[in-house]
């Protein structure tokens, strides 16, 4: 599996920028996300920096762009301040089944998805971004999740609430900016909220690498998120907006890059197929169709690649595949401040005909830590969703422990003593098994 990777170019900042300003990136979603034939669809546009000062006494409008799957030409309709400097704005659609398309008309079938697109040309940058949201028109009498789950995520208006975000990536933000932990480790608390669905990453994201590493503004703000000093939505929505500017260039096996065709192509016949396949998935433009083409095909190649070159352990249903220390996303070392921080990246593949769960709902309650002959470790991160990992028969899924700094909740600081020999225990209820760990 790729490793995420976060660049910067050579570009002059001034500090703090994306996430102490976040109100600077607008939004722009559909009030409801299906909406039923023949009425009228409201628009939200959030954006602080529309408020135009020289008109103190008036609310403020501008134009959006809307379309449908049938009326792909669209039309553009007004949005309207919903009071004076409130920074939101509002605008009407109808959404017509029939008929000519007028000023705030727009023909559409059900099952169609609808879009509105706001440019924002009032960055901090100076530069511009095209913002899209997506609905879909109610087909009467059935379920419309199996179309909305279809479209491209960062179209629809996901609420991320303080919840959503775990403890410890917050942690980790926190630990790195005061220097207890190195920078790949805060990246990987932003590799969890983008698996995780919470920064979502446009397809057409492309992955380089740069040894520019990542600039002291961005610390900063990590130690202001942590702290309480701005919001989880502030953070989230720098870190996203960074991304699809590309400041921030994201590369993972779960979303689509330039780069495939780029990729030397596998002696193995099998993988090579596999890999041939998910080439022609770029060829799809429609959004969603790509994503549905790529994620089953990007899950087949990785757990082809564990089963094939890595060290297995078959527990009970459940077969553990392991690279090794050294191996990517598997590192161990010593921060500055001399903090030991191990992470741990593995795969489980469910190897019965029976639905199978891993489980690690906290420090104290979890199936995995790190042994020393003495003493018990307990993690400081991971990406366990709601505490356990559910796998359907011949299902799989990649995992990541990381162990390090106390984080309470019955934790325990990782530490590292040269004399001593450590192993990662496995202990389900469906059995256990002790792998050693080679600690340098």
């Known amino acids: 599996m790729d490793k995420f990777l976060i660049i910067f170019p050579l570009i002059v900042l001034s500090a703090p920028l994306a996430f102490a300003e976040s109100s600077n990136v607008g939004i722009i979603y559909w009030e409801k996300e299906i909406v039923s034939i023949n009425s009228f ?4 546009v959030k954006d602080n920096d529309m408020n135009k000062k020289e008109y103190p006494n008036f609310a403020d409008k501008f134009t959006i ?10 039309l553009e309709i007004q949005v309207v301040e919903n009071g004076v400097y409130s920074g939101i704005f509002k605008g009407s659609v109808y959404i017509a089944d029939s008929g000519e398309p007028t000023k705030n008309r727009l023909i559409s079938s059900p099952g169609d998805v609808l879009y509105a697109k706001y440019v924002d040309s009032t960055l901090p940058d100076g530069g511009s971004s095209e913002i899209i949201s997506a609905a879909v028109v109610k087909i009467s009498g059935e379920d419309m999740s199996p179309i909305l789950n279809k479209i491209d995520p960062s179209m629809r208006h996901l609420k991320t609430p303080q919840s959503e975000i775990p403890a410890w990536v917050k942690n980790n933000a926190g630990w790195w900016a005061d220097g207890t932990i ?5 990246i990987s608390g932003i590799e969890f909220l983008i698996k995780d669905g919470i920064i979502v990453i446009p397809p057409t994201t492309v992955s380089s690498e740069s040894s520019e590493g990542v600039p002291a503004w961005v610390k900063n703000n990590a130690g202001w998120w942590a702290d309480g000093t701005i919001s989880d939505g502030e953070f989230v929505n720098g870190i996203q907006h960074l991304i699809k500017t590309g400041l921030i260039s994201v590369s993972s096996n779960t979303e689509t890059t330039q780069m495939v065709s780029e990729k030397p192509k596998s002696d193995d016949s099998k993988l090579a197929s596999l890999e041939a396949e998910l080439e022609k998935c770029s060829e799809i433009k429609v959004g969603y169709k790509r994503i549905d083409c790529e994620k089953p095909l990007k ?5 082809y690649k564990y089963q094939t070159n890595a060290q297995k352990f078959e527990i009970g249903p459940i077969t553990y595949y392991w690279f ?10 010593i921060s ?7 992470s741990i990246r593995m795969l489980a593949e469910n190897t019965s005909s029976e639905i199978t769960a891993l489980h690690c709902t906290s420090p104290s309650i979890c199936s995995y830590d790190v042994w020393d002959g003495t003493n018990a470790f307990k993690y400081s991160g991971m990406d366990f969703t709601s505490g356990e990992i559910v796998l359907n028969p011949n299902d799989s899924r990649e995992f990541n422990i990381l162990f390090g700094p106390n984080i309470g909740y019955g934790g325990t600081e990782f530490k590292y003593d040269p004399s001593k020999t450590y192993y990662f225990r496995i202990n389900e209820n ?5 792998i050693p760990l080679e600690l340098k």
């Open 65 to 74: 762009t809307v379309w449908s799957d049938t009326s792909p030409d669209g």
């Open 299 to 303: 899950k087949a190649i990785a757990l």
């Open 430 to 434: 469906f059995g256990s098994v002790d």
């Open 41 to 44: 669809a409201d628009i939200i």
């Open 182 to 186: 190195a920078e790949s480790d805060f």
């Open 324 to 333: 090794g220390v050294g191996s990517e996303g598997n590192g161990f070392e």
């Open 336 to 342: 500055p401040t001399g903090q030991a921080i191990l």
